[in-house]
């Protein structure tokens, strides 16, 4: 039988290859720039921390010295017991409130979006300027916003963050109000996953609001609470800039977390070896932290499927 | 309104075409000639490798081998935009940010194919005239039923005046009522424009109610190519036998004795064909062509499993040594499930006889495998 | 019983929303107040003399050039993470890319990476490639910041947008690439908005990035501006908080504008970030 001419069969092996080289080259900048800004400087600090570098200068390999200076030091340990304290307060009380937020949204219809949006505008402010405006908010004075609270209340306003005791509980609430908000757009999208006929059931079943609250809602919600913790605890255990902005660290280094000393050692001491160093600990933590909650949640979750 | 003279420039000829994803092989050894203005169907079961031969021929997919014509053009390499052709799709694809008006025009506001927009405005007018979709075209596609959605995608496929028309599975996504509407106004459709048309489904009833040829493909290759009526009185091989009709044809393994068939409860006389004494051969019987036949020795003995009464005539199940064969008989013959029957052949000329090995027809001159 | 936990409701709410936003009014306020009424006792709640002192200050300090530094960088960062980003995106639901998985895994380890961290040496290695203390270093970092999130956002929108739409525009008489434009971006709108919105609060809202890579006054992004007047007027309240206003209009601004796509984004799962 007479077969008709092929279409080249090197043609059409030049057309695949030509896909695969498309593809590969529309991805090629994002991967370069991602690469570049991203991985690299990882890379590239977990190499300055095993040297010893000042003012921009490299004076040479030093093993883990800048590790074990950290190690021996007790402000380095003081700042990362700051920093968990920081953190795991704050999100203590950022999940709860953000969940009731959620809840209310939820159950306020259309005035929910308008309340969310609300809550949502200190989280669109940035850092910096959000710890300006706090600074200005607790001035010491009776003509400042909580000074006037002070004064209310009949006692002289206090300097809550040159207080040893009461800054990091400041600082805290502060960084609560800026971005607990943001926790309740997700919590919001998980609680809509749960189906309403559990809740039918569970009130025929004899629950009370109490109970299907803690034996459906809270278990359902597992994977969303996940995600939000998750996000919520890189972001405390980074915070830097409200801190900068705030305390500086102060008083007597009271609010000076592990992030803050990593700003601090690198860019105001120049010491950048040990503030690498400082950079790899935070980071070991961070991974650390997200990989406890997997476990903990992620069996909770399957618990509850 | 005359029937439009068929232009040469939309005929389609595939040849050898074969397409593989890695080392699997999705079709091989496609050969069709399409007439112009002929109605073709791709007809097999999923997996058959028909989507595939018809994203070919749109350009969607690059075959593997082979060569794709249409009129005297070489396309196989040519980009889909370049093919002039119009495809609707199993999802109609219809754009969801445009008004139903601007999905119809899309086709004509190409940089390619710029057409004068009171001239667009005249075509989507007297498509959407044609389809009944005037009152609607401000409308998106999410606010319209999927019948409608239908229709816009016949709309856009035809303002263009392509040379030819594909359509997969069109009507797939519609309920069962609705389904046989459009069926009806499709071949309106094609009449009226005496456009080529090629079309993929897996229902045969689409295929034998629309088409001037169908071709039957099963596991990437082509089983048979011929008109409806050619499929159903003649098919090829056994696989075309057993998948045109509702139900199919039944099929009886025997061996050839003295010049009759013979198997397991059954014995037909064979006709002038092709046959010596030992050959294994199947010999097929439509259901229709069945009836009962009370003597003593019938050409099929049995035994009924299930009666289902279809008002006109009645299903009957039978179980003949380890097959189950399917007769329509008489609505108004009394047979008890579990009772003894004899059936016959009502016109032994009907029957059909293949190699029960290489499952070729008996009654088609001898391709060698290949 | 039900009218009073609907009360109990409507008053927690209220409350919030007071706590939310009053702290961000007396800011307001506080930068309309001239210098001898803003520590008033009791404090005005509204101006008695509202003035615009504060402002004319920040103006004759050359705050408004650090205000369009930010604005242009965040800009230029969305600019290129939104391009760079949807057409990776696209390329990585659409085109055969070698080492795909390795690639989705870059760019999902890079969100997780916090910028600060990789401060330190980004400094170095900027400082090493001359691009410290020039315009270009903080719109390719910031850049650098959101891509993978856009990637990431634009990749499983481009996913759910059914190939065949594609298919249809090509066969229709588009090239791939004008497909890709009437169709496919279209059909993105939402994902790119809130990629957008997402990226440009990030930009504009840093304060760490823009104090570490850039020195110059000319080049400085507006929050450094303002930490610099911070430390030269510390006590200037009035002028301070006329900069925290100036400073919150845009990201604000645009956060009202575009909140449904972000919170769309956000609540069905498509943005993770």
Request: charged fraction near 15%.
């Amino acid at each position: 039988m007479q077969h008709p001419p092929l279409a080249s069969q090197h043609s059409l092996d030049v057309l695949a290859r030509r896909a695969r080289l498309v593809g590969s080259s529309l991805v090629g900048p994002a991967l370069l720039l991602v690469v570049a800004i991203n991985i690299l400087p990882a890379i590239y600090g977990f190499y300055l921390s095993l040297h010893e570098v000042f003012f921009f200068g490299n004076e040479g390999f030093a093993g883990l010295k800048n590790y074990t200076e950290l190690l021996r030091d007790s402000f380095a340990w003081q700042a990362i017991g700051r920093s968990l304290l920081f953190t795991f307060a704050s999100l203590a009380i950022a999940v709860p409130l953000a969940l009731l937020a959620a809840m209310g949204v939820r159950r306020l219809g259309r005035w929910g979006s308008v309340l969310l949006t609300v809550l949502l505008v200190p989280w669109a402010m940035s850092p910096i300027v959000v710890a300006l405006l706090w600074k200005w908010i607790l001035v010491p004075s009776p003509g400042g916003l909580v000074g006037a609270i002070f004064t209310a209340f009949g006692m002289p306003p206090q300097d809550l963050l040159t207080d040893p005791v009461l800054a990091m509980p400041t600082l805290i609430i502060v960084a609560v109000w800026r971005n607990f908000a943001f926790a309740t757009i997700i919590l919001i999208g998980g609680l809509g996953q749960i189906p309403r006929d559990l809740y039918k059931a569970a009130s025929v079943d004899g629950l009370d609001a109490w109970e299907s609250f803690c034996k459906i809602t809270l278990p359902l919600l597992a994977p969303s609470l996940l995600i939000v913790i998750s996000m919520l605890t890189i972001s405390y255990f980074n915070e830097v800039q409200l801190i900068i902005g705030l305390t500086g660290g102060g008083p007597i280094r009271q609010t000076s977390t592990l992030a803050y000393s990593l700003y601090h050692t690198g860019f105001v001491e120049l010491n950048q070896g040990k503030g690498n160093a400082i950079a790899v600990i935070m980071f070991l933590i961070n991974m650390g932290l997200i990989a406890v909650y997997i476990r903990i949640l992620g069996k909770q979750a399957g618990a509850a499927a | 309104m005359t029937q439009p003279k068929p232009n040469p420039a939309q005929s389609v000829r595939l040849m050898n075409v074969g397409k593989n994803y890695g080392a699997v092989c999705a079709v091989s050894g496609i050969d069709i000639s399409i007439e112009p203005g002929q109605f073709v169907t791709l007809l097999g079961p999923s997996g058959c490798g028909k989507s595939t031969t018809l994203n070919m021929i749109a350009g969607l997919e690059m075959p593997s081998e082979g060569r794709i014509m249409i009129g005297d053009r070489d396309v196989t390499a040519v980009k889909p935009a370049d093919r002039d052709i119009a495809m609707v799709f199993q999802s109609y694809a219809l754009y969801p940010h445009m008004t139903l008006y601007e999905n119809i025009a899309f086709p004509m506001r190409s940089r390619r194919r710029r057409t004068p927009e009171p001239e667009v405005n005249r075509k989507v007018l007297s498509a959407a005239k044609m389809l009944g979709l005037e009152s609607m075209l401000d409308r998106f596609p999410r606010q319209i039923s999927g019948g409608q959605r239908q229709r816009v995608a016949l709309g856009r496929a035809m303002v263009r005046t392509p040379t030819v028309y594909l359509l997969d599975e069109p009507l797939s996504n519609l309920d069962q009522q609705l389904r046989v509407q459009m069926r009806s106004e499709l071949k309106d459709i094609h009449q009226r424009l005496g456009a080529t048309m090629l079309y993929v489904t897996h229902d045969q009833s689409e295929a034998m109610t629309l088409s001037d040829l169908v071709v039957v493909m099963s596991n990437g290759r082509i089983e048979q190519v011929g008109s409806p009526r050619e499929l159903y009185n003649n098919p090829a091989n056994l696989f075309v036998a057993r998948f045109l009709g509702e139900p199919g044809m039944n099929i009886l393994d025997g061996v050839v004795e003295n010049g009759r068939l013979r198997g397991a409860d059954f014995d037909f006389a064979l006709p002038e064909v092709a046959a010596n004494a030992g050959d294994r051969i199947s010999a097929g019987i439509r259901p229709e062509d069945l009836q009962r036949d009370p003597r003593d020795n019938p050409a099929i003995r049995g035994i009924v499993r299930t009666v289902e009464y279809l008002g006109s005539r009645s299903l009957v199940r039978v179980g003949v040594g380890e097959r189950t064969i399917t007769a329509f008989l008489p609505p108004s013959d009394d047979i008890p499930a579990g009772a003894k029957i004899g059936l016959s052949p009502s016109d032994p000329d009907k029957m059909r006889f293949f190699q029960t090995d290489s499952g070729g027809s008996l009654h088609h001159p001898q391709k060698t495998s290949g | 019983m039900k009218i009073l936990s609907r009360t109990l409701l409507l008053l927690a709410c209220l409350l919030a929303a007071i706590v939310a936003l009053g702290p961000i009014l007396w800011a307001v306020s506080t930068s309309f107040k001239s210098t001898n009424r803003i520590f008033a006792v009791p404090p005005e709640i509204v101006p008695q003399i509202p003035t615009t002192q504060h402002y004319s200050k920040l103006a004759a300090e050359g705050v408004q050039w650090a205000f369009l530094n930010s604005t242009g960088y965040a800009v230029l960062a969305v600019l290129i993470a939104l391009i760079l980003g949807s057409i990776a995106g696209y390329a990585l639901t659409r085109y055969p890319v070698a080492g795909k998985p390795a690639i989705l895994l870059v760019f999902l380890g890079a969100m997780a990476v916090p910028g600060f961290a990789v401060l330190l040496p980004t400094q170095m290695l900027a400082t090493g490639l001359g691009l410290y203390n020039t315009w270009a270093i903080l719109p390719i970092i910031y850049a650098g910041h959101i891509l993978p999130f856009a990637v990431w956002v634009t990749r499983s929108h481009f996913a759910t947008i059914p190939r065949e739409l594609e298919q249809a525009a090509e066969i229709d008489g588009y090239s791939r690439a004008e497909a890709v434009w009437k169709i496919v971006l279209p059909g993105a709108k939402p994902a790119l908005l809130a990629a957008a919105t997402f990226g440009f609060l990030h930009c504009w809202n840093d304060y760490v990035t823009g104090s570490t890579m850039v020195d110059s006054p000319n080049l400085r992004t507006l929050q450094v501006a303002l930490i610099f007047f911070q430390g030269f007027h510390g006590r200037d309240w009035g002028a301070l908080m006329a900069g925290v206003v100036i400073a919150t209009i845009p990201p604000v601004l645009i956060f009202l504008l575009f909140r449904k796509f972000l919170i769309g984004g956000f609540a069905d799962g498509s943005i993770k970030g």
